[in-house]
């Protein structure tokens, strides 16, 4: 059974930062592209980070590039996604998500399994 855990999550002050982990099981893992989605209050999920299965290509989106680092440990099976200098608006409930496609994928369709999710609140 293909499954996806993710923790890290928690309260931050602007500014701040934060480590998501996002552990996997049943799955060649490093044969997996993995991305880091986001759900704010009241919006719609959006795409925030994408790693290729042997981590050697990241791609993020405008509103977090420079400021989030997504990176992986294949021997650990495990995802992160550092992010320094929070800013209110990154709060959300934070879900990584795994597919076929090696390079990962910026939409919704690109995954077939997602985690539970974790909640991240940045104060101001």
């Known amino acids: 059974q293909v499954q996806l855990v993710e923790s890290g999550g928690g309260l931050a002050q602007a500014g701040g930062s934060l480590r998501l982990s996002c552990a996997a099981s049943?799955?060649?893992?490093?044969?997996?592209?993995t991305g880091w989605f986001r759900q704010g209050p009241g919006k719609e999920r959006e795409f925030v980070a994408r790693i290729a299965g042997s981590g050697g290509f990241t791609a993020y989106s405008y509103s977090v590039k420079g400021r989030f680092t997504i990176s992986r440990d294949n021997a650990k099976n495990t995802v992160y996604l550092q992010m320094n200098s929070l800013k209110p608006e990154d709060t959300a409930v934070y879900y990584c998500?795994?597919?076929?496609?090696?390079?990962?994928?910026?939409?919704?369709?690109?995954?077939?399994?997602w985690g539970q999710g974790t909640q991240v609140t940045v104060s101001s």
């Open positions: 998500a795994a597919g076929s496609l090696f390079f990962g994928g910026t939409r919704e369709a690109d995954y077939d399994t």
């Open positions: 049943g799955l060649i893992f490093s044969s997996t592209g």
